[in-house]
């Protein structure tokens, strides 16, 4: 049998956490760089433009090194045979947590944000890829929901997350030519609840998630992507479970839908 350190494993979930979240942030970074770049064309004659865009590059290699490096270790067949039987003797440590990680509830800074403005700037970030592909991003908002979005007590550095994770899941996932939709409003159990939640739907057509695979899509390195690393939807699930919230998933040939449901503080 594959056996593994636990502590070792642990350690590398961490790291592959982070390298996940930092590679994300780059590559936004980049596309903006390169938007900036085609609007204006002069920014290339600038003093370190391309100094800039060059160091960009080379941390993004060295990220991608680091996750092929985390992978020789413990294959992808290795951290993902939890979710499957075809090979009893292939499994992560028992007793391990892949999901630990720098996020905890003593790490939060919440603040009260302009909630509508937030989502609006990671909206701008991946106006370039969105472009590229000819695929709308829409941001609708209930109008009841309108006060309660200007002044949200989050953490916007890891509410920022969320949205960029499930957005650039969309994005991927998007037919050419397509939407993706942002949507907010209120949300109550029942009429007569006092106390609503916000609601946050992200939604775009496209590839479909298979019945059988929805179960399992938040959880640790289980991904369907060939290139993919299966942490993106677990860091979504776990920053929004911080903020005491929820998220669910729906998908049918039509369109995939990531419903989240934040509490008012």
């Known amino acids: 049998m594959n056996s593994i350190n636990t502590t070792d494993f642990t350690i590398s979930s961490v790291f592959a956490k982070a390298n996940h979240e930092l590679r994300s942030a780059l590559t936004l970074i980049y596309s903006s760089l390169q938007l900036i770049e085609s609007r204006h064309p002069e920014v290339r004659t600038f003093c370190h433009w391309r100094q800039v865009m060059n160091d ?14 985390i992978h020789s270790i413990y294959p992808y067949e290795l951290l993902s045979a939890q979710y499957t039987d075809t090979d009893e003797e292939v499994r992560p440590p028992a007793a391990s947590n892949p999901a630990v990680s720098f996020d905890s509830e003593q790490n939060l800074k919440k603040e009260y944000c302009d909630l ?20 709308s991003i829409a941001i609708h908002v209930e109008p009841a929901a309108v006060p309660a979005l200007q002044s949200f007590y989050c953490d916007p550095v890891r509410i ?26 209120l949300f109550r159990v ?30 640790p390195f289980y991904t ?38 934040l509490p008012f503080d």
């Open 190 to 219: 029942n009429k007569n609840e006092d106390n609503p939640r916000l609601s946050l739907k992200i939604s775009n057509t496209g590839s479909h998630i298979a019945p059988e695979s929805l179960p399992y899509i938040f959880e």
């Open 116 to 135: 509508y403005e937030l989502t609006n700037s990671v909206r701008e970030s991946f106006a370039a890829e969105a472009s590229e592909k000819q695929i």
């Open 56 to 69: 960009l590059t080379n941390v993004n290699h060295t990220l991608n090194d680091l996750s092929a490096y």
């Open 160 to 185: 920022r997350r969320i949205l960029i994770n499930l957005i650039k899941n969309a994005l991927e996932a998007a037919r050419k030519e397509s939407e993706i939709t942002v949507c907010f409003s």
């Open 224 to 261: 369907t992507k060939k290139s993919g690393n299966g942490l993106g939807l677990s860091i979504v699930q776990e920053l929004v479970a911080l903020h005491g919230g929820t998220i669910t998933a729906t998908s049918d040939f039509d369109s995939t839908t990531f419903h989240i449901l």
